[in-house]
């Protein structure tokens, strides 16, 4: 419970310094950055080339503080997976300030700085758009960092796949309650299994769409197509359908009118599940706020 009660507090003290980190924002630090597709360096070094997307972990994102992460045990025997609060974590969130930025024609490394720890990360340079999105984060700008959690020596580190200023405070606020929800509901799910009890849905557990590469969309739009691994309705319609190895593929994302062509559904039901979906960390944006992509594939 310490911990929490650490984090509570920074919680607290960020709030109360919201107004004077919103008006120190310059209006080039507020320009929405776009995502990139996801890239995983290849092994457990952290100067490894990146792996092909295929290699990719079919995990959610999962919010986490730098503490949390420094702390998180090895959950196989090879080192190469981790666990936190009883629950398997691959790929994480952080919020936190950038310092220490190196530049290389292949890579950006930086350290995040959240107020409970500091983390190594490593942006890999592959196209054109990764530099694009790397260019608006400077040292002392607060950042938004999704990235494949990995060990290098005993350090940890975050092979970073997508990366964007925070323009909006409340979002640092967010963050560490959502981190907070996290742990609450892993330990309790953890605790329930220790008891022996069935559990309907277990938080980060990769979702398995079932559709061997093609979408079934016969459903009616008044009724509940079906439900896979916690993921209800048209929620997992739409998650299946970006999770098909074509459309993980594309770089780019599907545009949100494909999806409702696709699917037979209306936009806005279309719009409702990217809602919940990104929230979940199952999908999320990349050229601009119409374009988003799944986490993991099939």
């Not at 950055?33 to 952290?46: L, N, R, T």
């Not at 592959?126 to 350090?155: A, T, W």
């Not at 990217?274 to 929230?279: A, F, G, M, N, S």
């Amino acid at each position: 419970m310490a911990n929490w009660r650490e984090t509570l507090i920074l919680i607290v003290i960020f709030s109360l310094h919201s107004r004077a980190f919103q008006h120190s924002i310059s209006a080039q630090e507020k320009i929405t950055m776009m995502f990139s597709e996801s890239q995983f360096d290849g092994g457990s070094q952290i100067s490894n080339s990146p792996a092909a997307a295929a290699n990719r972990d079919t995990f959610g994102l999962v919010p986490l503080t730098i503490k949390q992460i420094s702390e998180a045990s090895y959950s196989g025997d090879d080192k190469s997976n981790f666990s936190v609060s009883g629950a398997d974590v691959v790929n994480v969130t952080v919020v936190g300030m950038v310092s220490n930025i190196k530049e290389r024609n292949t890579d950006v490394t930086f350290t995040l700085d959240d107020g409970t720890g500091k983390l190594d990360c490593k942006r890999w340079l592959n196209e054109p758009f990764d530099r694009l999105q790397m260019e608006e984060i400077r040292e002392g700008v607060y950042v938004h960092v999704d990235g494949h959690l990995k060990s290098f020596k005993g350090e940890k580190h975050v092979a970073v796949f997508s990366v964007r200023p925070v323009t909006n405070f409340d979002e640092i606020t967010f963050h560490f309650i959502a981190c907070i929800h996290n742990h609450m509901r892993s330990s309790k799910d953890e605790k329930i299994k220790r008891d022996g009890e069935v559990l309907d849905l277990t938080p980060n557990t990769p979702i398995q769409n079932g559709t061997n590469g093609s979408l079934s969309t016969h459903s009616s739009q008044n009724s509940v197509p079906f439900n896979v691994d916690g993921v209800k309705g048209f929620d997992q319609m739409v998650l299946a359908y970006l999770q098909l190895p074509a459309n993980y593929g594309n770089e780019k994302g599907i545009h949100t009118d494909e999806l409702a062509q696709k699917l037979k559904l209306p936009v806005n039901k279309i719009m409702e599940s990217i809602r919940t979906l990104e929230d979940e960390g199952m999908i999320y944006s990349t050229i601009d706020e119409f374009h988003y992509k799944a986490t993991s594939c099939s």
